[in-house]
């Protein structure tokens, strides 16, 4: 079997995973598949939709991840996506909070898999780029044996060849969206036995993973793993990517390195007219554990509002660390 291009996955992130970061992560590994934040049909059909979609051509492979439920206008925002050249849609049918629910889309929709199986239909018509779903193990009181594989049946029939499962129910009354990351148990065996079930399809687990060692764990069971959490805090885990799970022999970079890559982006969106602070924001773990590290997020968090500061305050703040 070939090694899926998806075989490292960096989660969609609402606030996290905007340009920014996603330029700062691809810095240390050129595999690792990314996902933009999720942006819904309403704001590609009827808002900015360049803000939205524009990217740099450093961060592929890249998916745009998009929050809907209408066939029609997931179709026109799939073709958006494939103009703007992403490598693939994505459909969120794992998003718990209320503003999405009213929306009618998200996790609700596990309860409504062939309305899944329609939009991935027509999106699949419009495009050539594949289409994938993020989606929970079930919802609320469904039992999620069932749920799970009634989803992955209907939906996969339509087409779609690629399931990225959060491995744990979302409870849509009673617990707010980050409750809904934590509480609800996570069921990785029931993950393992759909692949198992559906050899064919690509599956990927997503959900409380902290450590490379647990990714090729997974791996021994799953085509690919998707971290969110663990790489926001902790970035530098990427480093070990492309070498432990793509098996591609890169040059590892130091922490400071990294950052010293990162540098000329952050000049050229200052110029631009964009503001340190929305890149400095997603450097704070970078020296996660090492001598120093409070002191770099302190001098950050302190100055980096401050107007007219740049790439010198990263400087500062870098001389604070000890070694890489
Ligand atoms: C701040 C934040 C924002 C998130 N936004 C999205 C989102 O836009 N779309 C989505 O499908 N999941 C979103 N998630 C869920 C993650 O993609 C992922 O499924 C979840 O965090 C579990 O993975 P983890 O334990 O590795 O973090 C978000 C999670 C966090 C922490």
Known sequence: MAISSRRFCVAPMLDWTDRHERYFLRIMSANAWLYTEMVTVSALIRGDNHRYLQFDSFEHPIALQVGGSDPRDLAICAKMAEDYGYDEVNINVGCPSERVQKGAFGACLMAEPSLIAECVDAMRSAVDIPITVKNRIGIDDQNEDESLRDFIKVVSEAGCETFIVHARKAWLKGLSPKENRDIPPLNYDLVYQIKKEYPELEIIINGGIKSIAACVDHLHY????????????????????????????????????????????????????????????????LFLGQSGAKAWRRHISENAHKKGVGVELLEEAMAMVGED
């Open 222 to 285: 799953v085509d690919g793993v998707m971290l969110g959490r663990e790489v926001y805090h902790n970035p530098y885990l990427l480093m070990q990517v492309d070498s432990t799970i793509y098996g591609d022999k890169s040059e590892v970079l130091t922490r400071k390195q990294v950052l010293r890559q990162y540098f000329p982006y952050v000049e050229e969106q200052i110029k631009q007219g964009s503001e340190l602070k929305h890149m400095s924001r997603h450097l704070l773990g």
